[in-house]
């Protein structure tokens, strides 16, 4: 490929690279939205499996091909402390339909649960840790 502009420019090789760099470095701030007259089925019933303590439901959604919905199976994703995930889903719009991707949302309802540390209770001095209290060492205590 080559560019030829219409005047002289010094460098014009490292020009190209700054100005195809930039745009290769440039994340994608747009988020894609599809327009379309059918509407998507109703969802389908899944299973939620057991999940870790970690993670958190995403589920299934209709997507669009360009020539009809296909279902996408729900899939377990990492919890965020203090968020819910709203899922994917479908608006109407108009006459048409606009699929709105999941996001997290704060959940006003979350409540910080901290683990209590526990203490080591201390044993009767008399019992030194063994037996029922009445003897010292490992043996049966001593009779009365």
């Known amino acids: 490929m080559s560019i ?3 005047f002289p420019v010094p ?16 994340p994608a701030l747009a988020q894609v ?35 009809r ?20 889903h479908w608006e109407q719009r108009g006459n048409g339909y606009q699929r709105q991707s999941g996001y997290w949302v704060r959940d006003a309802n979350y409540v910080v649960v901290q683990d209590k540390k526990f203490k080591k209770e201390k044993y009767d001095k008399h019992d030194n840790g063994h037996g029922n209290g009445h003897g010292k060492g490992h043996g049966k205590g001593h009779k009365d």
């Open 4 to 6: 030829h502009l219409p």
């Open 11 to 26: 460098g014009k090789k490292m020009l190209l690279a700054v100005v195809l760099s930039a745009g290769a470095a440039m």
């Open 33 to 67: 939205s599809i327009n379309i007259n059918i509407a998507p089925p109703q969802p389908q019933y899944e299973a939620v499996p057991v999940l870790a303590p970690t993670q958190a439901w995403a589920p299934g959604y209709w997507a669009w091909t360009g020539e």
């Open 69 to 88: 919905h296909v279902w996408v199976a729900g899939r377990p994703i990492m919890k965020r402390d203090g968020y819910r995930w709203a899922p994917d």
